[in-house]
């Protein structure tokens, strides 16, 4: 097993990703369109260094193996797998969702946003999931 620190990096962006896409919903809610802008930016920068972080990670240590047996093996592929399929999906949709709120596009906004916030949020909440079942729950030896 390798002693990088950018898998804990990677589950704690994922992690305020997911603060900061719950509080930019709370926001716009209230209607607090500059708070809901914010938040929405700081999530995306966020992912963005995610993203390379991520990159990075895999470039120095490649694959890790999940080292659980049994049903919880048949889990954590189910969480992967869709986390992945979902991750890939959602850049686009990130992309689109942002240039319509930039472009004053708000009700092409709102409708693609629908779409776009809970698969971000997927995406945010089951990457901490797999880092915990990979390298908290069930590490390599």
């Given at each position: 097993m390798?002693?990088?620190i950018l898998p804990h990096l990677n589950a704690t962006l994922n992690a305020t990703s997911f603060v900061f896409l719950v509080f930019?919903?709370?926001?716009?809610?209230?209607?607090?369109?500059t708070a809901h802008l914010t938040?929405?930016?700081?999530?995306?920068?966020?992912?963005?260094?995610?993203?390379?972080?991520?990159?990075?990670?895999h470039y120095h240590y490649g694959s890790v193996r999940f080292t659980g047996q049994g049903y919880i093996r048949l889990l954590y592929l189910t969480i992967l797998f869709t986390h992945v399929v979902l991750a890939v999906?959602?850049?686009?949709?990130?992309?689109?969702?942002l240039r319509r709120a930039l472009?004053?596009?708000?009700?092409?906004?709102?409708?693609?946003?629908?779409?776009t916030y809970p698969l971000w949020v997927y995406?945010?909440?089951t990457g901490v999931i797999v880092y915990l079942m990979l390298y908290?729950?069930?590490p390599a030896r």
């Open positions: 390798n002693d990088s930019g919903f709370y926001f716009i809610r209230r209607r607090k369109v938040c929405m930016i700081a999530a995306l920068s966020v992912s963005v260094l995610f993203l390379i972080s991520y990159v990075v990670y999906v959602i850049v686009p949709l990130i992309v689109l969702t472009r004053g596009e708000y009700a092409r906004h709102r409708r693609i946003a629908r779409w995406v945010s909440v908290r729950l069930y």
